[in-house]
């Protein structure tokens, strides 16, 4: 396989990208209040391995180191996120000096060389003091994230003009209220699908809050799609495909891109008569204009009809869906490898907005990684990422309007429920010593970037 810059648009923007909780570490430094990650990885069975975020990899005190090695990679964007309770300990009120010093200090070092911030608000954690009061569950929670949005682009505006709301409402909503496998651990059915709601009213607000304070700002929304394909032609497994697409996918594209959610997707949920109580205004909020739309792809969903329901199902009101393992090469989280079907939900993207760039926000592979006389020799996910940046090159070849590619992630850290037991950085971490070790897959990008391969 062959792909390189060439194939790309000059303009077209490559990068990696991080989260908070996942690689600051620092939890109760400077100001910063808990976070529901941080209630969830303190219960007993939460978290695979029993770790918690509470160093992960120690970013908040290297992070000019781990700036500087973006840049000896050759990276010129970098996606991280912000954590609320680090600028807002209580979900309220004014700004936490502490940590927009921190935000200030990391965006500044990235623009000194030549990286361009890209920021997202919330990735996942949320407040502990607002889950108190109801979490995403109530609607006070989108006023409040309207609020954080407005103060810190207040205190970081002049530094990064590139904003992104919410990453994978579908993972805070079904996998935080509907299956309880992510924090705040809740198992309450179809009624997660109010925090779906009230996420997306709380970017609609937030997109409203960054444009007052900085007009100029360019402003989107992180969505995970799947491309969702039926296991056969049967009616029974069409319909398993149309209920996983629209709960996965249109139940956000729609009212993002469309204005309304659909309709199909409410009745699945036994839900209609809750989300049309809701005020008629929502739609609109909901549906601000946006700047660009980040996708995060990973994997692809084949699924059938099957016979019982699965307790607890991220998927409430489709529970009993069977998802088909096809034969495809999986990695270490037992996804599927399908690069095809990012082109598949990028079109699915387009279809709704034709005119709105699209960015992958998101994109990579878990593997077992050892390091050995200094280097990791990881081409199983080098041969991912290639796949994967050709799946772009087609892309933009077909005419979509994909604007850049962020690799997931720059370095191993705290894989969510996995612990530290999942690794997915292009550049390996030794928990132990906090020792960075770029793997064949950064090089690989690295080489690709500077065009030395």
């Not at 309880?180 to 009230?198: E, F, M, N, Q, V």
């Not at 956000?252 to 005020?279: H, I, K, M, Q």
């Not at 990579?364 to 090159?393: F, I, N, P, Q, W």
């Not at 979509?400 to 390996?428: C, I, K, Q, T």
Request: net charge negative; proline share 5%; charged share 25%.
């Amino acid at each position: 396989m062959s792909v390189s810059l060439d194939d790309f648009p000059r303009e077209f923007v490559w990068g990696t990208a991080t989260a908070a909780y996942q690689i600051e570490g620092a939890v109760d430094e400077d100001g910063r209040g808990p976070s529901i990650w941080d209630t969830f990885a303190a219960t007993d069975g939460a978290i695979s391995d029993g770790a918690t975020g509470e160093l992960a990899d120690d970013h908040y005190h290297r992070y000019d180191d781990d700036v500087q090695l973006m840049a000896g990679l050759g990276l010129k964007a970098y996606r991280f996120s912000i954590s609320w309770p680090r600028i807002q300990p209580d979900g309220t009120g004014a700004a936490n000096p502490a940590g927009v010093d921190f935000y200030r200090r990391l965006a500044t070092s990235l623009l000194e060389r030549g990286i361009t911030p890209y920021a997202t608000l919330y990735h996942w954690d949320l407040p502990e003091a607002l889950e108190a009061r109801g979490g995403w569950l109530a609607r006070e929670t989108a006023d409040r994230f309207a609020e954080y949005a407005r103060v810190t682009v207040e205190a970081l505006g002049d530094l990064v003009t590139n904003w992104i709301t919410l990453n994978e409402p579908w993972c805070s909503a079904f996998l935080g209220y509907a299956s309880g496998h992510h924090a705040p651990g809740k198992r309450l059915g179809s009624t997660a699908s109010h925090a779906a709601h009230h996420l997306l009213l709380a970017h609609g607000g937030a997109v409203e809050a960054i444009r007052a304070v900085s007009p100029a700002a360019r402003v989107g929304i992180t969505l995970n799609l799947y491309s969702v394909k039926a296991a056969s032609d049967s009616a029974a497994d069409l319909d398993a495909a149309r209920r996983i697409d629209g709960l996965q996918n249109r139940l956000f594209l729609d009212p993002l891109l469309l204005g309304s959610y659909p309709a199909d997707v409410l009745a699945d949920l036994g839900e209609t008569d809750w989300f049309a109580s809701n005020p008629a205004s929502d739609p609109v909020r909901i549906a601000a204009p946006l700047d660009f739309l980040g996708v995060n792809y990973y994997s692809r969903h084949t699924v059938r009809a099957g016979d019982s329901a699965e307790p607890d199902s991220a998927n409430p009101g489709s529970e009993s869906v069977e998802f088909v393992d096809t034969g495809a090469p999986r990695t270490l989280m037992d996804w599927p490898i399908h690069p095809e079907g990012m082109l598949d939900v990028l079109e699915q993207a387009h279809e709704r907005q034709p005119d709105l760039p699209l960015f992958i926000t998101e994109n990579g592979s878990a593997y077992e990684d050892v390091v050995l006389g200094g280097t990791v020799d990881d081409e199983a996910r080098r041969d991912y990422l290639e796949k994967h940046v050709a799946a772009c090159a087609a892309a933009v070849r077909r005419g979509l309007p994909l604007a850049g590619y962020f690799a997931w992630s720059l370095m191993d850290n705290f894989e969510w429920a996995w612990g530290y037991s999942r690794r997915f950085g292009l550049v390996h971490v030794d928990y132990e010593t906090q020792e960075r070790t770029v793997k064949k897959s950064g090089r690989w990008y690295s080489e690709f970037l500077t065009q030395k391969g």
